[in-house]
């Protein structure tokens, strides 16, 4: 059983998520046991002249077989800043993995909804291919490609709903790279377009750079979120600026 890991310190700078992407897939390289559960808190609480309430967590629980690699994740996030409830989001997918040498075959299916962009649900399922372009000692580079569909529900206004189908093709990369013995860089990039109007694509990258001290590792992490043509009145981009630390028991 791989060791829980927990994070226990999080100060984040953050534009409330206005687009959809999350990251999951980076997380398979660092699955080497066979069975695995990992966790992770985060939370801000401000009083006074700022009232701020911020939680999250962040569970998933890994089932390894020979080639076959079953994954469950589930994270909640809950924002709530003078009375007003901002985030009350859930996310959670159901993955499985068929490896060939250190490449794969991926399914999903995922569910989800954002209450900063009035979105009741997004639903989506699909599946692809991996592969993996580099490697050497503890870096990497890997390629993704598939095509996924995708219903989302959003709230337009107070009294009508709008409700969208599409197929997308996903484009992905995933690398780690180590720069010295304790200190390493993860890079994530996806890029999702409609199959039948090009111009509406969602683009998502992330950077995280960790530095190692024994069993407690300090990161700082950037992602950045952009949709060319969001279906109801919403920005198309956010960000987010994230420091940490984690520990394992």
Same mark, same amino acid.
């Given at each position: 059983?791989?060791?829980?890991?927990?994070?226990?310190?999080?100060?984040?700078?953050?534009?409330?998520?206005?687009?959809?992407?999350?990251?999951?897939?980076?997380?398979?390289?660092?699955?080497?046991?066979?069975?695995?559960?990992?966790?992770?808190?985060?939370?801000?609480?401000?009083?006074?002249?700022?009232?701020?309430?911020?939680?999250?967590?962040?569970?998933?629980?890994?089932?390894?077989?020979?080639?076959?690699?079953?994954?469950?994740?589930?994270?909640?996030?809950?924002?709530?800043?003078?009375?007003?409830?901002?985030?009350?989001?859930?996310?959670?997918?159901?993955?499985?993995?068929?490896?060939?040498?250190?490449?794969?075959?991926?399914?999903?299916?995922?569910?989800?909804?954002?209450?900063?962009?009035?979105?009741?649900?997004?639903?989506?399922?699909?599946?692809?291919?991996? #592969?993996?372009? !580099?490697?050497?000692?503890?870096? =990497?580079?890997? &390629?993704?490609?598939?095509?996924? %569909?995708? @219903?989302?529900? /959003?709230?337009?206004?107070?009294?009508?709903?709008?409700?969208?189908?599409?197929?997308?093709?996903?484009?992905?990369?995933?690398?780690?790279?180590?720069?010295?013995?304790?200190?390493?860089?993860?890079?994530?990039?996806?890029?999702?377009?409609?199959?039948?109007?090009?111009?509406? #694509?969602?683009? !998502?990258?992330?950077?995280?750079? =960790?530095?190692? &001290?024994?069993?407690?590792?300090? %990161?700082? @992490?950037?992602? /950045?979120?952009?949709?060319?043509?969001?279906?109801?009145?919403?920005?198309?981009?956010?960000?987010?600026?994230?420091?940490?630390?984690?520990?394992?028991?």
């Amino acid at each position: 059983m791989k060791n829980i890991i927990l994070i226990i310190f999080s100060f984040a700078f953050i534009n409330l998520n206005s687009q959809t992407i999350i990251n999951t897939e980076n997380m398979m390289s660092e699955i080497k046991d066979d069975l695995s559960y990992n966790i992770s808190f985060q939370g801000d609480f401000n009083f006074g002249n700022i009232d701020l309430l911020q939680f999250s967590t962040a569970h998933q629980f890994s089932k390894k077989n020979g080639n076959n690699l079953f994954r469950l994740l589930a994270n909640y996030e809950y924002i709530k800043e003078s009375n007003k409830i901002l985030a009350s989001d859930l996310t959670g997918q159901l993955r499985y993995n068929y490896s060939i040498n250190e490449n794969s075959f991926f399914v999903f299916a995922q569910l989800q909804n954002i209450k900063s962009i009035r979105m009741k649900h997004r639903y989506i399922s699909g599946g692809g291919f991996r #592969y993996q372009v !580099f490697s050497k000692e503890d870096s =990497y580079f890997d &390629l993704s490609g598939g095509m996924f %569909f995708e @219903d989302e529900l /959003y709230d337009e206004t107070e009294t009508q709903q709008l409700r969208i189908y599409n197929w997308r093709y996903s484009f992905s990369a995933f690398s780690k790279y180590v720069l010295t013995k304790d200190l390493f860089v993860n890079l994530s990039i996806y890029y999702q377009i409609n199959t039948t109007y090009t111009k509406d #694509y969602r683009l !998502f990258v992330q950077p995280r750079i =960790y530095y190692s &001290l024994k069993k407690i590792d300090l %990161f700082l @992490d950037s992602t /950045y979120r952009f949709h060319s043509t969001p279906y109801i009145d919403v920005l198309t981009t956010d960000a987010s600026l994230t420091l940490g630390v984690e520990f394992s028991l």
